[in-house]
């Protein structure tokens, strides 16, 4: 019986810590996106995950060359390699409205980062052109979603880790209730 209340002690102050993890190396999944038009692929992501209004956050993009084999047989092995260089612009609407821009630039590299603060919550719809990829020097333009919260987003998180630390401490509840049922002859 110790082993299991040391091991419970153990598993509960596990699950009250996750929600203090802040970032992870993995891809960013809400507010990441990737669009391909033509050979190039841009992708957009914000850290933190979610961002939250009237505060900044950083803004990633990157951009890939798509290269398909031309042999028959291979036809199905495709390659993504990020550009050497290009030249980007992002227009920014909320509902329906243009609210900011930032001007076209060069980098080198295929990665972008930038700081950016949304000072309204809610859906923003980012419109990147990727100047002169497209045959003779077209612009590409890629449509992504970014959404921000109010200053409240991140109590969410702590109240679905307490429903489903609630869950846990109920099951194992039931499962010793069950188990001294059992030994009382």
């Not at 990020?82 to 076209?104: Q, S």
């Not at 449509?143 to 679905?160: H, L, R, T």
Request: proline share 5%; with cysteine; aromatic share 14%.
């Amino acid at each position: 019986m110790r082993k299991s209340g040391c091991f419970l002690l153990l598993l509960f102050l596990g699950v009250l810590t996750i929600p203090a993890i802040q970032s992870a190396s993995a891809h960013s999944a809400f507010n990441s996106n990737d669009e391909t038009i033509g050979n190039y692929e841009v992708q957009v992501a914000t850290i933190p995950e979610i961002p939250a209004a009237n505060e900044p956050f950083k803004l990633e993009f990157r951009v890939l060359n798509y290269v398909q084999s031309t042999n028959y047989l291979n036809s199905f092995n495709t390659q993504n390699s990020e550009v050497d260089h290009f030249r980007m612009g992002v227009r920014i609407f909320y509902n329906d409205k243009l609210i900011d821009t930032i001007p076209p630039q060069s980098h080198d590299g295929g990665q972008w980062d930038t700081t950016y603060t949304f000072h309204e919550p809610g859906n923003h719809v980012f419109e990147v052109d990727l100047y002169d990829v497209g045959k003779n020097g077209e612009t590409y333009t890629y449509d992504f979603n970014v959404s921000a919260v109010n200053i409240f987003g991140p109590i969410f998180v702590y109240i679905i880790s307490a429903g489903g630390l609630g869950a846990f401490v109920l099951i194992i509840w039931a499962v010793i209730t069950k188990r001294r049922m059992k030994a009382k002859p």
